[in-house]
């Protein structure tokens, strides 16, 4: 019930994970500019670009565009859940994010020969699906020893993809997370040559596409330590985020903060991913007192 003096836009954005078009950050995107000719010509897995979507499936009754430019608002604050198990090991609501990983996100193929399973003997075999096994095994073990560094491998396309057959070619999908560019960077060069050697070793032919590279962000400090104090009773963790989030596209035109709030089992992206109304409310109450502590020092418009 108190009035601010502050103006505060509350927004919610689509297609922050980039899964129909493979591009991240689509809505918040075109909030700090328009979406270029390349993004605009993407096509989903039917063949729809991007631009007819948009056209022909956005809400525009009543639409306006929402764009910020560079300082017109004085901070965003992001609300998110966890995505993890941190706050629920320690038995509290909530945490404050410091800083969000960078992360690199690359698409391999490995080429070798397709061939009958029954007739190609071992040693003449150029298998891609045994060499793409190679390549994960490897990248899992490289971030297990490069701690806090973490890799995927989340996608496999085997072709011809039979069960009677050698494959001849596999494309897997790699994501590289750090909090620091310098070793995200420095783990994409080590692993990709690694890769090469194991597919020069095995006979293959390897194609390496860098798809998407986001740098890490660090939040405000002052923000961050006004979120600290709007949270009332205990002293909150600082929890940095592996995850991608809209707060490193707004943070290009302004300050940002984010809240993370305890999710049950750490699930994300999951149909049991949830949150208690408790914490739910913890949340609400931390983001008001949160408006009131920064129109107090001098905030301006949200």
């Not at 095995?202 to 104090?229: F, K, N, P, Y």
Request: aromatic share 4%.
């Amino acid at each position: 019930g108190m009035p601010l003096r502050i103006a505060v836009d509350i927004l919610g954005f689509a297609d922050e994970e980039g899964v129909r078009f493979q591009a991240t950050y689509l809505g918040s995107g075109a909030c700090i500019g328009p979406l270029d000719r390349e993004l605009l010509a993407l096509r989903d897995d039917s063949g729809k670009c991007l631009a007819d979507v948009i056209e022909d499936e956005g809400w525009h009754e009543g639409a306006e565009d929402i764009r910020y430019a560079l300082s017109e608002a004085a901070g965003y604050l992001e609300v998110h859940i966890e995505q993890g198990r941190v706050l629920e090991s320690m038995g509290l609501p909530l945490g404050v994010v410091p800083s969000i990983c960078g992360q690199t996100r690359a698409r391999v193929r490995l080429t070798g020969q397709a061939e009958h399973a029954g007739t190609t003997p071992m040693h003449l075999r150029r298998d891609a699906l045994a060499g793409a096994a190679e390549c994960v095994l490897l990248v899992e073990e490289y971030a297990r020893e490069r701690v806090p560094l973490v890799t995927t491998v989340g996608k496999l396309l085997v072709s011809p993809g039979v069960g009677n057959a050698v494959a001849g070619e596999v494309v897997f999908t790699l994501d590289i997370r750090h909090p620091q560019d310098a070793s995200r960077k420095e783990a994409m060069v080590a692993l990709r040559s690694a890769c090469e050697a194991i597919a020069k070793k095995r006979g293959l032919a390897m194609d390496w596409e860098t798809v998407q590279e986001s740098a890490a962000v660090d939040c405000d400090t002052r923000m961050v330590g006004i979120l600290q104090q709007a949270i009332l009773d205990y002293t909150p963790p600082l929890i940095p985020s592996g995850a991608g989030h809209d707060a490193v596209v707004f943070s290009k035109v302004m300050p940002v903060a984010m809240l993370f709030v305890r999710c049950q089992g750490g699930l994300s992206h999951h149909p049991d991913e949830s949150i208690t109304r408790e914490d739910l409310a913890a949340a609400i109450h931390a983001t008001a007192d949160f408006l009131t502590r920064f129109q107090s020092l001098g905030g301006g418009h949200g």
